[in-house]
């Protein structure tokens, strides 16, 4: 057996513990979302929330239901960064030694989403214990096992979601020659993705257009899997009740599970064309 | 096996409609010291990049430690180090990371990795400085680690692009022998450059390159001895004159005009024709302001074969570093 892909990982993790930096500012972002934008909005769309509950159904607090989307939003903006390092190894690195070893080039991308995919799930225990701490109802009337097993749920969902996208950014990272280039696109895909989707508010009281493209939207999915993980399926949340069926969830599953194969071929044929001289 | 390690026969690259090397075919020995010697642009660097498999093989066969390059190129990369042109090295990892992630690359289990990291530092002189980061090292430390890395897989060959750009005088010559000592130890060694006095110092056998084209082979003192065993230059107030009449001399090899100066390429020992060749310029009442008489050099040799000097290029070259590290 070969592990190649390990040799990657492993020192793409060592980078990411020893430059604090970029550590610590994965996990402040989140928490100022949380704990600014949050409880802001929590403090004024809850007292119209409240108004709205159906007696019998559980309604929850604005940065209860917010909590979930910005797990995704850290994981997105995260991952699109994922393969970032790969253009300065390209053109400032250690991608000629890479190349030239017998290192099979998919263990390339392999490695770079499973670090991606640690740091992603760093962030996730990070930000549901900080939200804990805030006042996110997550895991509410949950027995320990339960717990776990949301955890587990939770994690698949960001693992998948999380590795599809430093596929795309591996790949973005390899046909560019410019950071500038780089950031640049990404800007322009993630933030239209994160505003069209259920991250911060339920898409079913969007346009219909936005509806539309909401439901393709990768992040609508990871969205859903972590609320029916950790707040439930069936609850009502800033005036909207929302029911989400195992089937429901098994399909946002296969959407992001299509995704992650998508993108991975993408990786896989970038980084085969990639040529270092 | 005939002990040839490499064997390239008719290899061409292009990029699109630019032929940067031209059906070159050479053989380097087991065990010696080859350079690619040429200008910058000459097609060196491409000629190695697919050699080293970084660059796809478009024409020619090319077979390495008995590897062929199209069947097993994998083969190849196991039995290779390489040394790139620039600095390919990872600011945020430390000197012994850098090792191990080569090791690593290549499967070397965790025992043997640990020992081999160990001996190459010693070997490099960078034990104490194995936990700093690279960013942190000198031209010449970088340069020393990236020797070492490359021989972390003991290698049947060392390739190096280039090895001493950019190096002070004084590291190169330590550069120069951690190479010579690896040369010893029985690895063969691929160098292109572009200095002559590196050619000429380290080379078993030169190849000197121009155009994508090997224009000649040779140990460096054959290369030289084509050119005559003497070289005597004379700068007088009639060159073209005092040429025509040397070049029908006895003794005289061939006359060149370089620089206002005249090149004359003497079989036999230059100190004695010199008294001649002054006693005959004067004859014919042509003043001579200077004499010059030495051991040809690479650069003769190079002048001799190309046509041209490397100083342009050498220039050219400083500015495109710059322009990397910048």
Not at chain 2, 131 to 142: E, P
Not at chain 2, 245 to 253: A, E, P, T, Y
Request: hydrophobic share 45%; aromatic share 8%; glycine share 8%.
């Amino acid at each position: 057996m070969e592990f190649g892909f390990f040799t990657v990982y492993l020192r793409d993790m060592t980078r990411y513990v020893r430059f604090r930096t970029q550590l610590l500012s994965s996990l402040i972002m989140p928490a100022v979302w949380l704990a600014f934008f949050g409880v802001s909005m929590a403090s004024n769309l809850d007292r119209l929330s409240d108004a709205s509950a159906i007696p019998g159904v559980l309604n929850i607090s604005y940065l209860t239901f917010m909590g979930a989307g910005v797990i995704a939003m850290t994981t997105l903006f995260t991952s699109i960064y994922g393969g970032f390092v790969l253009l300065f190894d390209k053109n400032w690195g250690l991608m000629r030694e890479i190349m030239a070893s017998p290192l099979p080039r998919r263990d390339i991308v392999i490695g770079i989403a499973g670090s991606g995919v640690t740091k992603s799930w760093i962030q996730t225990t990070v930000v549901i214990l900080f939200g804990l701490l805030l006042g996110v109802h997550f895991f509410t009337g949950q027995s320990p096992l339960r717990t776990v097993v949301s955890f587990g749920g939770i994690f698949l969902f960001v693992a998948l979601f999380s590795a599809g996208f430093v596929f795309l950014s591996a790949a973005l990272a390899l046909s560019m020659d410019s950071p500038e280039g780089f950031q640049g696109i990404t800007t322009l895909l993630t933030m239209p993705l994160f505003f069209v989707s259920n991250a911060l508010y339920p898409i079913t009281g969007l346009p219909q257009i936005l509806q539309d493209i909401a439901v393709v939207n990768p992040l609508s999915h990871l969205v859903r899997g972590i609320r029916y993980f950790a707040i439930g399926d069936d609850f009502t949340a800033v005036g909207m009740h929302i029911v989400t069926t195992p089937g429901e969830v098994l399909i946002s599953l296969g959407v992001l599970f299509i995704f992650v194969v998508i993108m991975f071929a993408f990786a896989l044929r970038q980084v085969n064309r990639t040529v270092v001289t | 096996m005939n002990g040839n390690i490499i064997t390239v026969e008719h290899l061409s690259h292009a990029y699109g409609d630019l032929q940067a090397v031209r059906n070159i075919s050479f053989t380097v020995k087991k065990g010696e010291i080859f350079s690619f010697l040429g200008p910058n642009g000459a097609g060196k660097s491409t000629a190695i990049s697919v050699l080293i498999t970084l660059l796809s093989l478009q024409q020619g066969t090319v077979t390495i430690a008995g590897y062929d390059l199209k069947e097993n190129p994998n083969g190849i990369r196991r039995s290779i180090g390489i040394v790139f042109q620039e600095i390919t090295l990872d600011r945020d990892m430390n000197v012994r990371e850098t090792l191990e992630f080569h090791g690593r690359l290549y499967n070397i289990p965790h025992d043997e990795r640990k020992k081999r990291t160990q001996n190459l530092l010693e070997l490099v002189e960078l034990e104490d400085k194995a936990d700093v980061l690279t960013r942190h090292l000198s031209g010449g430390m970088k340069r020393r680690l990236e020797i070492a890395r490359g021989l972390m897989t003991r290698p049947e060959v060392l390739f190096l692009d280039e090895p001493t750009i950019g190096l002070d005088p004084q590291t190169r010559m330590r550069v120069w022998e951690y190479l010579e000592e690896v040369n010893r130890a029985g690895t063969t060694i691929f160098l292109t450059t572009h200095y002559m006095d590196e050619a000429d110092h380290l080379s078993d056998e030169i190849a000197i390159i121009d155009h994508g084209k090997i224009i000649v082979t040779g140990t460096p003192d054959t290369l030289k001895n084509t050119l005559g065993e003497d070289l005597i230059v004379i700068a007088s107030d009639q060159n073209e004159r005092a040429a025509e009449i040397l070049s029908v001399m006895d003794g005289v090899k061939e006359v060149t005009i370089r620089n206002d100066e005249l090149l004359i390429m003497v079989t036999g020992d230059g100190s004695v024709h010199l008294p001649v060749f002054i006693q005959e310029l004067s004859r014919h009442e042509i003043q001579i302001n200077s004499v010059n008489l030495k051991k040809p050099s690479m650069d003769d040799v190079f002048l001799h074969y190309t046509g041209r000097g490397l100083r342009a290029e050498e220039t050219d070259n400083g500015t495109k570093e710059q322009k990397r590290r910048g």
